[in-house]
């Protein structure tokens, strides 16, 4: 029973076939590679491009910027260092990650709203 299973599935040129051209490997792969075009474009690319604006943003903070961290928090910059950020929140002062921060607060010190 399994000669016959392995005899059936055997090579093209044991079964007398031509080996796959050129052009019929382009087609075998031409739905992979169009697939990897369409994933860059929506998750690869956009995903750089906010990368690359949130490390811009967190170049650009200053003293007195109020600011939103990725856990919710909202202070206002007292000490910036390469690494951490002093804020103030409310009456307490915390020293976070530069990382940690997730924006700036439109028309608090920040960036003023465009009319």
């Given at each position: 029973m399994f000669e016959s299973v392995a005899y059936a599935m055997g090579t093209p040129q044991?079964?007398?076939?031509?080996?796959?051209?050129?052009?019929?490997?382009l087609m075998q792969f031409l739905p992979l590679i169009i697939m990897f075009v369409?994933?860059?474009?929506?998750?690869?690319r956009p995903q750089q491009k906010?990368?690359?604006a949130h490390k811009q943003m967190l170049s650009e903070l200053k003293r007195g910027d109020h600011v939103?961290?990725?856990s919710g928090l909202i202070g206002?910059?007292?000490?910036?260092?390469d690494e951490q950020v002093l804020l103030e929140?409310?009456?307490?002062?915390?020293r976070i990650s530069r990382g940690a921060i997730g924006g700036i607060m439109p028309g608090k010190g920040g960036k003023e709203e465009s009319k």
């Open positions: 044991a079964t007398g076939g031509t080996p796959a051209s050129g052009t019929e490997m369409i994933f860059w474009f929506l998750l690869i906010r990368a690359k939103l961290t990725s206002r910059i007292l000490e910036l260092d929140c409310g009456e307490a002062k915390l």
